[in-house]
């Protein structure tokens, strides 16, 4: 297996990028404005801070902790800190599962933004009216062989880039996309900001009208919050474990997740300071839903003063975002072949590559050949079956059992937990929360995780 030899990052910058890169993608740049805009605005967007930082963020540094401890992918990790209670070891087992169920569409999305970055490049959107540009989308989305080609471009990068390496791939491509991915951010928000008509999207954005929070129910509300939380920081399925494995134990991690934290949501709320303004400018419904980048915001650029260079960057922003993520987590199943079989990083990235490629085709066909296919009801596709799996279930139950295994006596517990995550120089987590933790936060999840499936099936 590893031992020795196992891989370490350059630096501390590479271990903050690469796990924010994680964490940045469509959750905060694509599934973060549109939720905002269908669930009430300012008010829906600080209870999504509060969940973030009352339960999200610890089982954040728990994941870290678990990584760094075992120094394992989550494939071993939990049976390397808990040889007594392998049962411990099986959710390693269902979460290397997820992360690829995660990939199958995730690489379908992330061929959307590569080819929206394309075509904007060529001036396509130029100079035709809204329902053409709508009518392009759903035209792209009907060819097999666009949906196909543009994803196998996504899965083709992210497998080049872990192939080259840990560092000398994953680590120094993530800082490239990072940096970059920051000043399109800003330089966008700046934009968008100082639009004519601005104003009114910016009220909507961080004026909170808690009014709106029940015209959705507040239960749906609060669940969507939760689910936006942990799908942005990719928590419960050991995409951020991985990363802990490959630090050192000079710095504590708590301090080290707040910065990650921070990071995340300043790219989702900068996110929304370059849609809600934009949108209120030029009379776009800041709820339009998923349909909002590709359909809505196209017709904005079309009204902007050189909009054929606002929509190309708005666009490599995106897929910089999604490709961040792309890379991270085909490194955290990578790993597990690694750990688990024994296997050089090539042979694994290989491996890897050709079969995520194979399990990604339903999702990019799941829009054409296969759209009769509608596991979830009327309207619904294979992406929606697929992203439920994921962000409804194995999201919120594995961050769960993170959290149970780091408080428990039977799991790794509270003492190793709390020794390995203070270990180094930085902020120390705070030890008063044992009780919260403990017995909380665990019941506030379940009941979350209940109200979702009540809506799901039985409302």
Known sequence: ???????????????????????????????????????????????????????????????????????QSMSRSFLVLCPKNKIWSLWGYVAWAGNYILMMFYTTVTGWMLAYTYYSALGTFEAIDANAVGNFFGGFLESPSQMVGWMTLAVIIGTAVC??????????????????????????????????????????????????????????????????????????????????????????????????????????????????????AYGINPGAGPGLIFVTLPNMFNSMPSGQIWGTLFFLFMSFAALSTVIAVFENILACFMDTFGWTRQK???????????????????????????PLGEGSGVLDLEDFIVSNNMLPIGSIIYLLFCVSRYGWGWDNFIKEADEGKGLKFPASLRGYLTYILPVIMLVLLGVGYYNTFVK
Request: with cysteine; hydrophobic share 50%.
């Open 163 to 280: 192939f080259s390496g840990l560092r000398s791939g994953v680590e120094r491509i993530t800082k490239i996309m990072m940096c970059g991915l920051l000043i399109i951010m800003i330089a966008l928000a700046v934009r968008s900001v100082t639009l004519e008509g601005a104003e009114k999207g910016l009220e909507f954005y961080l004026k909170p009208d808690f009014s709106k929070l029940t015209s959705s129910g507040l239960g749906t509300t609060l669940y969507a919050a939760l689910g936006q939380a942990f799908f942005t920081l990719s928590l419960g399925i050991g995409s951020m474990a991985i990363f802990g494995s490959y630090i050192e134990k000079d710095r504590s991690l708590f301090g080290e997740s707040l910065i990650i934290t921070g990071l995340d949501t300043f790219v989702a709320l900068t996110a929304g300071l370059i849609i809600f303004p934009a949108c209120f």
């Open 1 to 71: 297996m590893e031992g020795k030899s196992r891989e370490t990052f350059a630096s501390r910058l590479g271990f903050i990028f690469l796990s924010a890169g994680c964490a940045i993608g469509l959750g905060n740049v694509w599934r973060f404005p549109f939720i905002t805009g269908q669930y009430g605005g300012a008010a829906f967007v600080l209870i999504y801070i509060a969940f973030l930082i009352l339960l999200a963020l610890p089982i954040m540094v728990m994941e870290f902790t678990v990584g760094r401890g075992s120094k």
């Open 348 to 374: 694994a990235a290989i491996v890897m590559g050709i079969t995520l490629f194979v399990l990604s085709i339903p999702c990019a066909l799941g829009f054409n050949l296969w759209k009769g296919f509608q």
